[in-house]
């Protein structure tokens, strides 16, 4: 062999045992000191039902007061990690008495956050709908990535024999317990204000905070399942042949429990994250220049209401309908055209609310623009407010100041400013164009508008 092959050989080497270093998780490992400290604290009573409680009322308060701080500091000495541990564990070494222990006291820390936060919510005298909360109710494919690189990190320094300071760090980032909470809060109020009405907000709120929580749950456990495994930690011997085909198949059966569940929480994300984009593409593809879209999401379908000045050509628009489903492929999604002329008061409304959420989630270098918008919206709100004023006494002070024009009337004309009708003067001396311009001048100053319409006859 050459002297070139050699050292291209040695160089290959070289990197591929400094990447196998770089990845070994085996120097510092301790099976069995993991195994005994998550057996240890996976029974949630005494000390840690304890802990449990008031990790969730601390959690509850800062929901409560919208603040993020005290969530975190709740979440720190929150024991909820250990029982999912315990189920992933249970899996990974085919211990049937660990998993049924894990199972049965991850039931009851579910029933302990959950008796906690409702009560909580029931007695406080504020419960208001928070942005805190309302960040646990909106579950995505982000929180799946979280919450499963979360249980890697768990398990990984669990099974040190050096244990790092990691484990509170992943408890806040896999957010087990503000979801529990936000679930109380939705049943708090299913008790206090019921949901026979067919208001289902209380309703979705806790279906769709319980949905992270348990999709959260699933990826930790699976996580560490998948971990174990990797690590080789000892299975449990079997007593006989029947014992280990009884053991592989509940073993196997709580998996598919544990996992075909998240699987179909997964694609309803993806579906939905998927669409989400399709549409942003959509919106911002076709109509980033027109004055405003409101977009309204239902369960099943989207409706989209664009705002513009300019004329819409029927062709136009039976085109992006089209593309819309073809080329964009949002089924079930309706599409609506407002101009600017055919805008209400309802419809301005909903257009500024739009505008003040789009702010919201903005970042600085937009909020100039949105502001403008928000700022034109007002005014024409404004307008619209001032031009429904008493038109009796603003018709009886123009007649007082012109009573030769024979009866002045006003109307709310096109564009929501005020248009004038009344007979020419009848005068000879005195100057149509003149009188067109004091009536136009007296409106504006009295109604604060821009523009306004005269006509004589």
């Not at 409680?53 to 500091?73: E, F, K, P, Q, Y």
């Not at 979280?146 to 099974?159: P, R």
């Not at 990691?166 to 087990?176: E, K, R």
């Not at 024409?380 to 006494?393: C, G, H, Q, T, V």
Request: aromatic residues 8%; charged residues 20%; contains cysteine.
């Amino acid at each position: 062999m050459s002297e070139v092959k050699q050292n291209k050989l040695k160089q290959k080497t070289g990197i591929w045992n400094f990447l196998k270093k770089l990845s070994d998780l085996q120097p510092g490992l301790d099976r069995e000191g993991t195994i005994v400290n998550i057996k240890n604290n996976k029974r949630m009573q005494g000390a840690n039902a304890w802990l449990l409680m008031c990790s969730i009322m601390i959690a509850s308060l800062g929901l409560d007061l919208n603040s993020t701080a005290v969530i975190i500091g709740a979440m720190l000495i929150s024991p909820l990690m250990s029982p999912i541990l315990g189920i992933g564990l249970g899996i990974g070494i085919n211990d049937r008495i660990t998993l049924k222990i894990s199972l049965q006291h991850f039931g009851i820390a579910i029933g302990i956050a959950l008796v906690t936060s409702t009560l909580y919510f029931l007695i406080t005298p504020f419960g208001n709908y928070t942005a805190e909360i309302n960040a646990r109710t909106m579950p995505n494919l982000l929180d799946v990535m979280v919450a499963f690189f979360g249980g890697i990190a768990g398990i990984i320094s669990g099974s040190r024999k050096d244990k790092s300071n990691a484990i509170p760090g992943v408890a806040i980032a896999t957010a087990l317990m503000p979801p529990l909470c936000v679930t109380g809060y939705g049943l708090a109020n299913i008790i206090k204000y019921g949901a026979s009405d067919g208001d289902l907000q209380f309703v979705n709120i806790m279906s769709n905070s319980f949905y992270l929580f348990f999709m959260n749950a699933t990826f930790v456990a699976l996580a560490t399942y998948m971990i174990v495994r990797f690590l080789k930690f000892p299975l449990l011997p079997f007593k006989d042949e029947k014992d280990r085909l009884r053991t592989i198949w509940s073993m196997s059966i709580m998996s598919i429990i544990m996992i075909i569940p998240s699987m179909f929480i997964l694609t309803n994300v993806l579906q939905k994250e998927n669409k989400a984009r399709r549409l942003d593409k959509f919106l911002n593809d076709n109509f980033k220049g027109v004055l405003n879209t409101v977009t309204k999401v239902n369960k099943d379908s989207v409706h989209i209401k664009v705002f513009q000045f300019d004329d819409i050509d029927e062709s136009d628009v039976a085109d992006c309908k089209a593309r819309m489903k073809n080329e964009y492929f949002l089924s079930g999604t309706s599409i609506e055209f407002v101009q600017d002329k055919d805008l209400d008061r309802s419809e301005i409304v909903e257009m500024i609310r739009a505008e003040e959420q789009e702010i919201n989630k903005s970042q600085n270098v937009v909020l100039e623009q949105k502001n403008n918008r928000i700022e034109y919206l007002t005014s024409r709100l404004d307008s619209l407010d001032r031009i429904k004023a008493d038109y009796n006494e603003i018709e009886i002070e123009l007649n007082s100041l012109f009573p030769e024009l024979g009866g002045l009337k006003v109307y709310a004309g096109e564009d929501a400013f005020p248009l004038v009708l009344g007979s020419k003067p009848k005068v000879k001396n005195i100057n149509e164009v003149d009188v067109t311009k004091r009536i136009q001048n007296f409106l504006q100053t009295k109604l604060a508008v821009d523009s306004t319409y005269v006509v004589l006859k």
